[in-house]
């Protein structure tokens, strides 16, 4: 449990609600249960589950919730105070409440005149009175009440007198903590914490902050609004949400508690900041964001040369904290703009000891000529370990591709089919295999890895999980170079490799051969433990 100070933070995750009206986020009864163990692990105090009543799949959560032994959190259900007409006993929405069984329940209501009197049709005094009865309603029946004043911000800037009452008609009814809501994302920090100080000398008892990021000021909303009296914050990990998203707690958490000494979590905890992030993304469907202030995957790579050899003397040269600290690492790039200490830290960071000024230069200089050629390893590290390792004369001799030719044959419909045919040579024993593919690169990858296996068994466990490629010069139209970047995989690890040339599948080639190249070194494979093929050269051309 979190060990409770005057300063700890209740941390509110609206993931499971706020975060699935984002973009591309849709997330089924069972996603929302594997987020929810991760984030009652990770040490959050209140978890929005969702709606209950407005549709299937958040009413199927809070089923299975009641299932789960909540470590930490308590499990909240939202909605809305009772519509105009009905009395709360027979209001759906707050019934709905109920029946979801958490003893939390996030309630939002009113506070702007324009939303009170355009928006449910009311006058100013009908929604106080709205606001009252349901908060009182959800304390008789014993629940936790967290009241959120939805677009509180834009409501005290255009009637304060309204907006105070509002919010004190929830407090009086019973509610427990009152919530500032910025929900069209607006307002300023400065403007945040002078109104948060407004209300705190107004109103006693737990304030929270719901921010959005439309102007790009939630995190730092949520932040000043602490620093002027708020002990409740509401966010959602990687800041998902509608339109520009919620405040991002994996932005806040760190803030609060690394800068300004605020209880988020357990400091144990907090150095699994980076792996919560990188979950939620990942039973989501999402892509990371690299650029991700503390947990993306950037946040601590450097690339300019001067700066990686001041890291490499004194960390906090060019960082702010620890990486390890919010559970991240630090990367170094590698890229024409890449000196001598660049490749010695990414070499020593691979195991590879570069003793030799000569090796270190060698390689910045064969680096830059390659960049200059269109080649990119700031997202092909095993290639660049197979480049340095060649540099300093450590190759590694698993096999040679000899040649390899490629037909595809088609009528200008369905019917197309692509063959590839290679010849392998692994120390004096020469293979020729032709596999046929679903296009000609998967005809080549099929092949090499056909021919290949005869020699190495492990290699059967690897598989092409990725094939990307980039066109380097588009101006040369149909000539023009491109890029290709694959990803291998095999128990559990990837490791990406590249190659670049004006013809896509010598581009392609030179990817894959290293992507097998690099598994065969890294699994610990000595060359010399090739087994022989039972004929040198088959007398026809098998195809698989």
């Known amino acids: 449990m979190k060990t409770q100070l005057p300063n700890s933070i209740e941390l509110f995750d609206t993931t499971l609600r706020d975060g699935t009206?984002?973009?591309?986020?849709?997330?089924?009864?069972?996603?929302?249960?594997?987020?929810?163990?991760?984030?009652?692990?990770?040490g959050i105090d209140v978890i929005e589950g969702g709606w209950p009543g407005s549709n299937p799949t958040d009413m199927e959560f809070f089923e299975r919730a009641r299932d789960v032994e909540w470590k930490h959190?308590?499990?909240?259900?939202?909605?809305?105070t009772r519509r105009a007409g009905n009395a709360p006993e027979d209001d759906p929405n707050l019934q709905a409440m109920l029946q979801a069984g958490t003893s939390v329940v996030a309630m939002f209501g009113k506070s702007w005149t324009l939303h009170a009197e355009v928006a449910l049709g009311v006058t100013r005094d009908e929604n106080l009175e709205l606001i009252a009865s349901s908060v009182a309603y959800m304390k008789d029946a014993g629940r936790r009440v967290i009241y959120d004043a939805e677009h509180f911000f834009?409501?005290?800037?255009?009637?304060?007198?309204?907006?105070?009452?509002?919010?004190?008609?929830?407090?009086?009814?019973?509610?427990?903590?009152?919530?500032?809501?910025?929900?069209?994302?607006?307002?300023?920090p400065h403007q945040v914490y002078e109104v948060v100080?407004?209300?705190?000398?107004?109103?006693?008892?737990?304030?929270?902050?719901?921010?959005?990021?439309?102007?790009?000021?939630?995190?730092?909303n949520s932040i000043d609004a602490v620093r002027a009296g708020v002990r409740h914050v509401q966010g959602t990990i990687n800041g998902l949400g509608e339109r520009c998203g919620n405040a991002d707690l994996t932005g806040i958490i760190p803030g609060l508690q690394l800068k300004l000494g605020y209880n988020c979590v357990e400091p144990e905890q907090l150095g699994h900041l980076a792996d919560v992030s990188r979950f939620v993304d990942e039973v989501a469907n999402l892509d990371p964001v690299d650029s991700r202030p503390y947990v993306g995957r950037s946040a601590f790579?450097?690339?300019?040369?001067?700066?990686?050899?001041?890291?490499?003397?004194?960390?906090?040269?060019?960082?702010?904290?620890?990486?390890?600290?919010?559970?991240?690492?630090?990367?170094?790039l590698i890229s024409d703009l890449s000196g001598q200490s660049n490749v010695r830290y990414k070499a020593k960071e691979l195991g590879?000891?570069?003793?030799?000024?000569?090796?270190a230069r060698r390689a910045v200089e064969r680096l830059k000529q390659l960049e200059h050629s269109g080649y990119s390893f700031e997202a092909a590290e095993a290639s660049f370990e197979l480049l340095v390792r060649d540099i300093q004369e450590d190759p590694v001799d698993y096999f040679e591709m000899e040649r390899f030719n490629v037909h595809s044959h088609g009528n200008g419909g369905s019917d197309t089919y692509d063959q590839a045919t290679i010849?392998?040579?692994?120390?004096?024993?020469?293979?020729?295999?032709?596999?046929?593919?679903?296009?000609p690169v998967d005809?080549?990858?099929?092949?090499?890895?056909?021919?290949?296996?005869?020699?190495y068994d492990g290699l059967s466990d690897v598989r092409l999980s990725d094939y990307k490629v980039r066109v380097v010069t588009p101006d040369e139209g149909t000539e023009a170079t491109v890029r290709v970047l694959v990803e291998h995989r095999a128990d559990g690890k990837a490791w990406h490799t590249i190659g670049v040339s004006s013809n896509i599948l010598e581009a392609s080639a030179t990817a894959l051969t290293d992507g097998l190249r690099y598994f065969l070194l890294t699994s610990g494979t000595p060359p010399s433990e090739a087994v022989s093929p039972t004929d040198e050269v088959p007398a026809s051309q098998p195809v698989t």
Do not use: W
């Open 21 to 42: 009206q984002g973009e591309h986020v849709n997330l089924s009864a069972k996603d929302k249960i594997r987020i929810a163990q991760r984030l009652d692990a990770f």
């Open 73 to 80: 959190a308590k499990i909240c259900a939202f909605g809305s």
């Open 154 to 188: 834009d409501g005290f800037a255009d009637d304060p007198g309204y907006a105070m009452a509002a919010i004190k008609t929830a407090k009086e009814a019973g509610a427990d903590v009152i919530v500032l809501c910025d929900t069209n994302g607006g307002t300023l």
């Open 197 to 220: 100080q407004t209300v705190r000398r107004q109103i006693d008892g737990t304030l929270g902050i719901h921010a959005h990021n439309d102007s790009g000021c939630a995190i730092s």
């Open 301 to 332: 790579a450097h690339k300019g040369g001067v700066h990686v050899s001041a890291v490499m003397k004194l960390p906090r040269a060019y960082e702010h904290l620890e990486p390890e600290t919010v559970g991240n690492k630090r990367r170094v």
């Open 352 to 359: 590879i000891n570069l003793d030799e000024a000569t090796v």
């Open 423 to 439: 010849v392998v040579r692994v120390g004096s024993q020469r293979e020729l295999v032709a596999a046929e593919g679903k296009g």
């Open 443 to 455: 005809a080549l990858s099929k092949a090499l890895h056909t021919a290949l296996c005869k020699f």
